[in-house]
């Protein structure tokens, strides 16, 4: 079955504990991103990956890393996690075939707290 | 520079009666529009998407969105609403240059009995 998905589903940390989300999709896309939902935000951008070894920034990048060593794997990184971090995270992808008329698949969410 | 408004936080309708969410869209060249649908403790699914070919899209579950160029609007609408139609929803644009969306702050739909 064709899908995104992302590890752990519910996280709760401390302020300054490092972390990772994992991100794994199977449809061998070259696109990936990360997504925060926070309400009445809708989802924004945080990083996004057109390859393996490309990645940039989205529209919310602080305090977020990222790497794309694989083409199937994207994992967000948050080296000191805050409090203003407590969100609920969406990994995406997509081919770039067409390029944005194809569309994002999403993987279950994260819900992540820091206390 | 691109933006979305979804024009409704929340919307209420009882079952069998039609459904408006409304879309404005803001864009420097061509959009490519998604309406996505997020149920409750669910992810995120595509409903339907415009891309330039027909003006009104049909998507799944009987919903529909017509692409307006001259009042830069995306309203979806469904004729009938159905109590599993609960959820919220988002309006979705995305650059011809890339592969970034950028997400309306989402439209909360309640169906009553």
């Known amino acids: 079955e064709a899908q995104v998905t992302q590890n752990p589903r519910y996280l709760i940390t401390v302020t300054g504990k490092k972390l990772t989300v994992t991100c794994s999709q199977n449809?061998?896309?070259?696109?990936m991103s990360w997504y925060r939902q926070d309400p009445g935000l809708g989802l924004r951008q945080i990083y996004y990956?057109?390859?393996?070894?490309?990645?940039d920034k989205g529209d919310v990048p602080e305090g977020y890393k990222v790497s794309r060593k694989e083409k199937r794997n994207f994992p967000l990184i948050l080296e000191s996690p805050s409090p203003n971090q407590t969100s609920l995270y969406f990994c995406?992808?997509?081919?770039?075939?067409?390029?944005?008329?194809?569309?994002?698949?999403f993987g279950p969410g994260t819900r992540l707290t820091v206390l | 520079a691109q933006s979305v408004t979804q024009l409704d936080s929340h919307v209420s309708v009882s079952e069998g009666t039609p459904v408006l969410l409304r879309c404005n869209y803001s864009?420097?060249?061509?959009?490519?529009l998604f309406w996505y649908v997020q149920h409750p403790n669910k992810g995120l699914q595509l409903l339907l998407k415009?891309?330039?070919?027909?003006?009104l899209v049909k998507g799944i579950n009987g919903f529909e969105a017509e692409f307006k160029k001259s009042e830069t609007s995306f309203h979806l609408t469904k004729p009938s609403a159905h109590m599993s139609d609960a959820a919220e929803y988002f309006c979705?644009?995305?650059?011809?240059?890339?592969?970034?969306?950028?997400f309306g702050g989402g439209t909360r739909l309640m169906v009553k009995p």
């Open positions: 995406a992808s997509s081919s770039l075939a067409g390029l944005s008329y194809n569309e994002q698949f």
């Open positions: 449809m061998n896309h070259e696109y």
């Open positions: 990956s057109m390859n393996v070894e490309v990645t």
């Open positions: 864009s420097s060249y061509s959009p490519s």
């Open positions: 415009y891309t330039s070919a027909a003006t």
């Open positions: 979705v644009v995305n650059l011809n240059a890339g592969n970034m969306l950028t």
